[in-house]
């Protein structure tokens, strides 16, 4: 799919896609090592060349100035593991953008949750798989179950809305599906199952096939305890949204089930400094050698990469990639 035509400032392509939503990666390091994002044995380490904070801000100041993005997701990695993050905070959050939220294991909530409430920040994602202490240890193979927990409760007693993100896996945690949405609805906590992307290692391993957990089989999960029933999702919305009457929300990110690839406004920033297209094509671009140039010099050339990082969107099917989360932000 070419992008075509840039429609009143903004680069759109043939679909009506456009980029509106940033991602941006702080840095690839993590503090857990969960087993459909890395490899047995491997710990996630920062990359060579990290972008500074203030390259950052620059980089979505001119994204904002150039592709029109309204809103911005810091991720990672583990954003909040990240020297950075304080000073990108704060700079992020005077851009002036529509919406700025975060994405985070929540392991170093608490350590961080007076600077994040103050920041005036509205939203949080927090990743959480099971509520099962010993199966916790499995899937992050780090971390404390209660401090995460713990961690969600500051942000919303500060005054966040919260989002819990489960990856539901076979054999694994699909117990968890109704403990985990209980634990949600109790709190005004919208959860959202991510179907298990076929991404980085998993790509050579059966383990994808024996572990991803279909749409249509949380929707039977959970049917067995509670009636639902489906809500309009706004155009570029990744989650299909269900609402349980007099209960709250659950959403589900069904990137094999019901690919959003049709209605994707997501643009990805790596922490070293290169720009994604698309989570499913490992194709990047540098953006690093135009920060230090003037708005004048640099938003044409910009404009160029952007046009073809469009272009890397698929038309409908989400493939996977063996790109890791880490590196593009999950
Ligand atoms: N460290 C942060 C966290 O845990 O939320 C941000 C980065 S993490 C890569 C972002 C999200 O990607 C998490 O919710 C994680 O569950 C999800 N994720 C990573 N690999 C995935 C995969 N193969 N399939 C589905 N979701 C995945």
Redesign the pocket.
């Known amino acids: 799919m070419n992008p075509v035509a840039e429609e009143n400032n903004l680069i759109v392509d043939r679909q009506g896609r456009s980029f509106r939503n940033l991602r941006i990666s702080l840095t690839a390091a993590?503090n857990?090592a969960?087993t459909?994002?890395v490899p047995d044995g491997k710990r996630l380490q920062a990359a060579a060349y990290e972008l500074g904070a203030q390259e950052m801000i620059q980089a979505v100041r001119l994204l904002i100035a150039t592709a029109g993005i309204d809103k911005v997701r810091i991720?990672?990695?583990?954003?909040l593991l990240s020297p950075k993050f304080g000073e990108l905070l704060k700079g992020i959050m005077g851009l002036g953008l529509q919406d700025v939220s975060l994405?985070?294991?929540g392991q170093l909530l608490p350590r961080h949750a007076n600077d994040i409430i103050e920041s005036k920040m509205k939203r949080i994602?927090?990743?959480l798989?099971t509520l099962n202490r010993d199966a916790f240890r499995d899937i992050a193979r780090s971390g404390d179950l209660n401090t995460v927990l713990h961690g969600i409760e500051l942000m919303q007693a500060g005054g966040l809305k919260v989002k819990i993100?489960m990856?539901p896996m076979r054999g694994v945690n699909d117990d968890q599906i109704i403990p985990l949405l209980e634990y949600s609805l109790e709190r005004g906590i919208e959860l959202r199952f991510?179907?298990?992307?076929n991404?980085?290692h998993?790509q050579a391993s059966p383990v994808h096939g024996q572990q991803f957990y279909s749409m249509d089989e949380i929707l039977a999960c959970i049917s067995e305890r509670y009636g639902f029933t489906r809500t309009d999702a706004p155009f570029d919305s990744t989650a299909v949204r269900y609402e349980i009457p007099g209960h709250g929300t659950f959403g589900i990110i069904a990137n094999e089930s019901e690919p959003f690839c049709k209605n994707c406004t997501r643009l990805r920033l790596s922490s070293n400094g290169d720009l994604y297209g698309c989570l499913s094509n490992a194709r990047s671009q540098s953006i690093r050698e135009l920060l230090p140039l003037s708005d004048e010099e640099a938003v044409p050339q910009l404009q160029t990469i952007l046009l073809s990082a469009l272009g890397d969107k698929q038309s409908d099917n989400f493939s996977g990639e063996v790109t890791v989360?880490?590196f593009i932000g999950?």
Do not use: H
């Open positions: 993590c857990y969960c459909y994002c991720t990672g990695g583990e954003p994405t985070t294991n994602n927090v990743s798989d993100n990856v991510i179907e298990l992307m991404m980085g998993l989360m880490k999950g």
